[in-house]
């Protein structure tokens, strides 16, 4: 297959057309191997509109949704973020080539010791891959600048609302039973927390982070 010419197709068919203006962001998924961040018997569909499954309940984010959510981080140079549910790397390694400082956060141990294989390979450096629960997110590093959560939650964590700094931001998926899943970005004015809704977008539940039952009387 080639994949210079569907990563370009991407870009341009999925990305361009879509409302993905940060360069930065563009030029870093037009350089990155997204094949080499999924098992090799799914090589030939890393570059499909669709979430990519690389493990247990773990899922490459479809490029569409994925752009639209890191270019909300507003990634300047030097900027430390934490990627919640980070998977096999991929989209840590985008916001490193974005010129941010990376902590990927994954709490399957397998899907880790991947996307630390996988970086290797790529000669990422400003990435470090930590394995703990996602809900707790990584509280001995932050506070950052940016958070980023790779797939969808119920609702936002406690502790990840307290990790980001003043001035900071978070960018993740909430889905509810019943209703269609919402990109959001929170923004942190002081030691207060505001959302906004981005866009529409269904994508996969990280394990232990899904909406509570709601019970009907």
Do not use: C
């Not at 870009?11 to 940060?22: F, G």
């Not at 098992?39 to 030939?44: F, N, Q, V």
């Not at 507003?74 to 916001?95: D, E, H, P, Q, T």
């Not at 709490?107 to 996602?134: F, M, Q, W, Y």
């Amino acid at each position: 297959m080639d994949f210079a010419t569907a990563r370009h197709n991407m870009i341009e068919s999925q990305l361009r057309t879509n409302k993905v203006v940060d360069e930065a962001i563009v030029d870093a998924m037009s350089r990155l191997p997204r094949e080499s961040f999924v098992p090799d018997s799914l090589r030939s569909v890393a570059y499909v509109d669709d979430d990519v499954q690389i493990g247990r309940e773990r899922y490459l984010l479809e490029p569409l949704v994925f752009a639209r959510l890191a270019q909300e981080l507003s990634v300047k140079s030097g900027a430390r973020i934490l990627i919640v549910g980070a998977g096999s790397g991929y989209g840590a390694a985008v916001l490193e080539r974005a010129g941010a400082t990376v902590l990927a956060l994954e709490s399957d141990s397998s899907i880790a010791a991947a996307a630390k294989i996988s970086l290797s390979r790529l000669n990422v450096r400003n990435i470090s891959v930590v394995e703990g629960p996602l809900h707790a997110g990584w509280p001995s590093a932050a506070p950052y600048d940016a958070i980023l959560i790779e797939g969808a939650v119920g609702a936002l964590p406690d502790a990840l609302a307290m990790q980001v700094a003043p001035g900071g931001r978070i960018v993740g998926v909430i889905a509810r039973p019943g209703q269609p899943g919402r990109a959001v970005v929170w923004a942190k004015f002081g030691n207060t927390l505001t959302s906004r809704v981005l866009f529409d977008a269904n994508v996969p539940v990280l394990p232990g982070l899904a909406a509570a039952p709601e019970f009907v009387f």
